[in-house]
C-alpha cells in the first residue's frame, strides 16, 4: 500500500488549508485512514481518522470544530479541511492507514503504512 499525501503550504493564521492522501495498491475491506502531526521538537500527534466502511470520525480535541475528514470511496482518498488555523497547528501531516481495522485507534503504532508528511506553516 502506497500512501500520498498533498496540500501543504504556508497559510496565515485564521486561513485554510486542505490536505489531501491518496492510496493505491492492495485494498482492503475494512480499514482506517488518519491524519497525525509533528511538530519540531515534539511527538507525532493524532489530528483525526474516518473509517472507510462507514464513515465514522474521530478528531484530537485541539482541532474539533475547525477540521473536517472526509473520504472518497470511489478514488480511494482522504480529505482534511482545515479551517481557522492557528500557529500551533504549524506540522509536517502525515496520513495513515491501519488495515483491517474496525475500530478508530489514536495511537501511531496502530496504523500500518504511512505516506511521506506535507509539511504546514501557520504564521501570526
Known amino acids: 500500500v502506497q500512501l500520498q499525501a498533498s496540500g501543504g503550504g504556508l497559510v496565515q493564521a485564521g486561513g485554510s488549508l486542505r490536505l489531501s492522501c491518496e492510496a493505491s495498491?492492495?485494498?482492503?475491506?475494512?480499514?482506517?485512514m488518519g491524519w497525525f502531526r509533528q511538530a519540531p521538537g515534539k511527538e507525532r500527534e493524532f489530528v483525526a481518522a474516518?473509517?472507510?466502511?462507514?464513515?465514522?470520525?474521530d478528531y484530537a480535541d485541539s482541532v474539533k470544530g475547525r477540521f473536517t475528514i472526509s473520504r472518497d470511496n470511489a478514488k480511494k482518498m482522504v480529505d482534511l479541511q482545515m479551517n481557522s488555523l492557528k500557529p500551533e497547528d504549524t506540522a509536517v501531516y502525515y496520513c495513515?492507514?491501519?488495515?483491517?481495522?474496525?475500530?478508530?485507534?489514536?495511537?501511531?503504532?496502530?496504523?500500518?503504512?504511512w505516506g511521506q508528511g506535507t509539511l504546514v506553516t501557520v504564521s501570526s
Open positions: 474516518i473509517s472507510w466502511s462507514d464513515g465514522r470520525t
Open positions: 495513515a492507514i491501519d488495515v483491517g481495522a474496525i475500530r478508530i485507534m489514536r495511537r501511531s503504532y496502530a496504523y500500518d503504512y
Open positions: 495498491g492492495r485494498t482492503f475491506s475494512n480499514y482506517i
